[in-house]
């Protein structure tokens, strides 16, 4: 089955540790995003990618980085620059359409 | 700017309620409308969409229709079921830009039996 896949599904990080985010898919998308959703909110973008080896900060980039090194694969680090990391995160992929598909998150908490 | 604004929640109807959420959206030009679902603990599914103005999208007994003339894509389903509780999404995404979704805060739906 096509889909896109998130792993793990729950974190924990550590003060002043950096933590990645794994968000895979096989859907032969070109453009990835990830997504921040903190409590009774919707979604905020932090980056997102058109294309390989390319990227884009979205609205709150800052004390995140990403990389794009194959088109299936869009890891998101969470740097120990995010002072207030602990939210739940979504991982998107778009064929041509404007159509986004969501993978089923990865909630991070810290310690 | 452009933006969504969706109804607060949480909504709670008992089984076989008739089901409203509203949506209204700011934006220039001719975006395209969205419903999303997310259930508890998971990612957001696509509900149904709409691209232009008076196009009814619909799916799984859920319809919304894109009325440009009150900027607005409200939800409906005639008869919710329990398993119809989680939080509904109202997006939109402009047609010269796919990277740029704006969201609404979300609505949570309770269905009780």
């Known amino acids: 089955d096509g889909g896109i896949t998130q792993s793990p599904k729950y974190l924990f990080r550590k003060e002043g540790q950096n933590v990645t985010l794994s968000c895979e898919q096989n859907?032969?998308?070109?453009?990835m995003y990830w997504y921040r959703q903190d409590p009774g909110q919707g979604l905020r973008l932090i980056y997102y990618s058109q294309i390989v080896n390319d990227f884009q900060k979205g609205d709150i980039a800052e004390g995140y980085s990403v990389s794009r090194e194959k088109k299936e694969s869009f890891p998101l680090t969470v740097t120990s620059a995010q002072k207030n990391p602990t939210a739940f995160y979504l991982c998107?992929?778009?064929?041509?359409?404007?159509?986004?598909?969501f993978g089923p998150g990865t909630r991070l908490l810290v310690l | 700017g452009d933006s969504v604004t969706q109804m607060e929640g949480p909504v709670t109807l008992s089984e076989e309620a008739f089901l409203t959420i509203n949506c209204t959206y700011t934006?220039?030009?001719?975006?395209?409308l969205f419903w999303y679902v997310q259930y508890p603990g998971e990612g957001l599914q696509l509900l149904l969409k709409a691209t232009k103005a008076d196009d009814k999208g619909s799916n799984k007994g859920f319809e919304a229709t894109y009325r440009k003339e009150t900027t607005s894509f409200h939800l409906e389903k005639g008869s919710v079921q329990v398993s119809d509780s989680a939080v509904y999404f109202c997006?939109?995404?402009?047609?010269?830009?796919?990277?740029?979704?704006?969201f609404g805060s979300g609505t949570k739906l309770n269905v009780k039996p």
């Open positions: 859907l032969n998308h070109d453009a």
């Open positions: 934006a220039t030009g001719y975006p395209s």
């Open positions: 998107a992929s778009r064929a041509e359409t404007e159509t986004q598909y």
């Open positions: 997006a939109l995404i402009r047609n010269d830009n796919f990277n740029k979704f704006y």
